[in-house]
């Protein structure tokens, strides 16, 4: 179930399904119930425990002019109401920690109101809307997904971890401890780097130590790998282990990225430890096509059948799962699992060769996938030749433009995609182009630099951000957030989604960067899914990465605040600088303004 909605007599609440995460919409049903709006309060109940209210950042300049709830802080939204029309709530922090509970979640959403003299009203039960769904991993039959948190540029990372935080140890080892502590936080509490990697990898870590885990613990299993960067350490242990008890095959890229003769590269010493341990039918296979073997790809099998398959954009490394933000797809379909069984069993016959492949059935065809265990969707294998991919790029970028003919009620394309301006792509070019298209509701993010367009009042443009914004200076009360320069990739991530909470949504994602050239050369796999739960899922990943970086990509060019010490509280440091709620519904207006983007924002996700 993507959705659940609940509505009374003045207002409508949705609640999206995501990954570990909820998506909340509200709807007001006419611009009048708007008048003098303060806000949303939100109140949240997982099942069996205690409710609470979701807490804002900032609060009213004088709370004592305001109806409060003297057990409550002063900006927790009973006291000090959001002023959004939707709000992406991701259990943990100030309520539950890092260990969040999952299941069902009781939400209920009360909208409110200033009097005349622009003072907070007291919350009226009767006004709210409460609705129940389930906040979790995303599963669905048996199929499975998950993502990376993807947040080191975040006031999270640095209140957790430090803005400075090591995301591996400093010297060159391959296979580390990473129950060694990696550093403290800002009470001199210490953590590891294994505490890290849990709160970073998030559901993405999960599913793919999952399907190892079971393959190590269950001798009638074996396992196929491709692998582009791999260099994760507890990753490369079961994986060593299979070789030593002869259980997996790898065939791992050896482009210039990957392999040195002067200067052995994490992935030539992992080759050297696996064939020193490897037991026949072991075996480790390092080539490339014309570019990369760029696949991340775990194939679980028995003497009698293939049984799962683990495949996204996710490398086995440090910085693929613990600073990109990426994604895993995970498919318990012994039919799945048999073609992309049958796909390596084709390249490891065939030397990881660009012109056996082409030949192979695998290059020109595609593979479709009925809906049942798993949902509907279409896969493609590259390499390809030039037709092949022409074409498929070409219906990728058609079925993009496809959403400018519904009305911009309807009409929505979500993004999040590593390059957009690297290289000819006709995806590339309807994704630059988007935002400028007032009847879709655009919303995207790459690590590209050009091209970003920003929300701006007023306007009905779409919204364009980069993940690498730069040397961005907070002020206060926010600390400040470490740069991503010298890692790697914010968004690793390849996905588009249209039309995720229509008649016809589809996600594309997978390992491809989307582009005519990586589809001719490299070893990728391009998912096309026609599932609204899975298309909602990714929608809410989107939402999340543009909101954030469009505010860091906001500060980038701001000059650096003076210096000046602040509390260590958020809450107590807006209070310092000055930042509080409004007591207008000035806030408010956009959202009812038919030429102002905020409008589109409300009709689409509520």
């Known amino acids: 179930m993507a959705s659940v909605t609940e509505q009374s007599k003045l207002l409508s609440v949705t609640a999206h399904i995501g990954d570990c995460k909820t998506l909340l919409a509200f709807d007001l049903f006419d611009a009048q119930s708007a008048v003098n709006l303060a806000g949303f309060t939100i109140q949240c109940q997982p099942d069996g425990l205690p409710p609470y209210y979701l807490y804002n950042t900032l609060q009213f300049e004088t709370p ?36 969040p509970f999952f299941g069902e979640y009781t939400y209920t959403v009360t909208p409110r109101y200033f009097d005349d003299k622009q003072s907070l009203i007291a919350l009226d039960p009767a006004q709210g809307v409460a609705l129940k769904v389930y906040v979790g991993p995303f599963a669905k039959n048996k199929f499975k997904l998950g993502f990376t948190r993807g947040y080191t540029q975040s006031q999270a990372f640095t209140h957790h971890f430090g803005v400075n935080a090591l995301i591996r140890p400093k010297n060159e080892e391959l296979l580390f401890d990473t129950a060694q502590v990696s550093g403290s936080d800002s009470s001199g509490a210490h953590y590891t780097f294994a505490d890290e990697y849990a709160w970073l990898g998030l559901t993405a870590r999960t599913q793919i130590f999952a399907l190892l885990n079971e393959v190590l613990q269950d001798p009638s299993q074996y396992l196929d790998v491709f692998a582009y960067d791999l ?67 775990f194939v679980s099998f028995n003497k009698d059948s293939a049984l799962k398959v683990l495949t996204g954009s996710t490398n086995f490394s440090v910085t693929g799962l613990y600073v990109n ?41 595609t593979f479709s996938v009925p809906q049942g265990a798993s949902p509907e969707a279409d896969i493609t294998f590259a390499p390809h030749t030039a037709e092949f991919v022409t074409k498929n790029l070409g219906d990728i970028a058609t079925r993009i433009q496809q959403e400018g003919s519904k009305s911009a009620k309807q009409a929505s394309v979500l993004f999040a995609v ?46 364009l951000v980069t993940g690498k914004p730069g040397k961005t200076i907070l ?10 320069g010298g890692i790697g990739h914010q968004i690793h991530h390849k996905f588009v989604v249209c039309d995720f909470n229509g008649s016809d949504p589809v996600v594309y994602c997978g390992s491809s960067n989307l582009a005519l050239g990586g589809e001719q050369a490299n070893g990728d796999n391009l998912l096309a899914i026609y599932d609204g739960d899975v298309a909602t899922a990714f929608a809410i990943e989107a939402v999340g990465l543009v909101d954030h970086f469009q505010f860091l990509d906001r500060m980038a060019s701001v000059a650096p605040p003076a210096a000046a010490k602040m509390p260590v509280s958020k809450q107590q440091a807006a209070v310092a600088a000055g930042w509080f709620l409004s007591t207008t519904d000035n806030w408010a207006k956009p959202y009812f303004n038919p030429d102002d983007f905020h409008y589109t924002d409300r009709l689409l996700f509520a």
């Open 64 to 99: 004592a002019s305001h109806a409060q709830d003297p057990h409550e802080p002063p900006n927790s939204s009973v006291n000090a109401p959001v002023h959004k029309f939707r709000w992406l709530h991701v259990p943990g922090s100030n309520h539950q920690g890092t260990d």
């Open 231 to 297: 260099n994760e350490p507890d990753i490369c242990k079961i994986l060593l282990e299979l070789a030593r008890q002869g259980r997996v095959r790898i065939i791992l890229d050896n482009a210039a990225l990957h392999h040195s003769a002067a200067k052995p590269t994490p992935e030539d010493q992992f080759e050297a430890q696996f064939r020193a341990l490897a037991k026949s039918p072991a075996g480790i296979l390092r080539g490339h096509f014309k570019r990369y073997a760029h696949d991340k790809v």
């Open 325 to 365: 933000s990426n994604h895993v797809l995970v498919f318990d379909d012994a039919a799945v699992a048999a073609e992309y069984g049958q796909l390596f069993e084709t390249v490891w016959q065939g030397g990881v060769k660009l012109t056996p492949y082409l030949q192979s059935p695998f290059s020109s065809a």
């Open 418 to 463: 590593m390059e957009i301006d690297n290289g000819t792509s006709p995806v590339y070019t309807a994704l630059k182009n988007l935002h400028a298209d007032e009847h879709i509701f655009s919303y995207g993010i790459s690590d590209s630099s050009s091209g970003i367009a920003l929300y701006a009042p007023g306007k009905k443009t779409g919204v």
């Open 475 to 484: 002020p206060p009360p926010f600390d400040q957030v470490r740069s991503i």
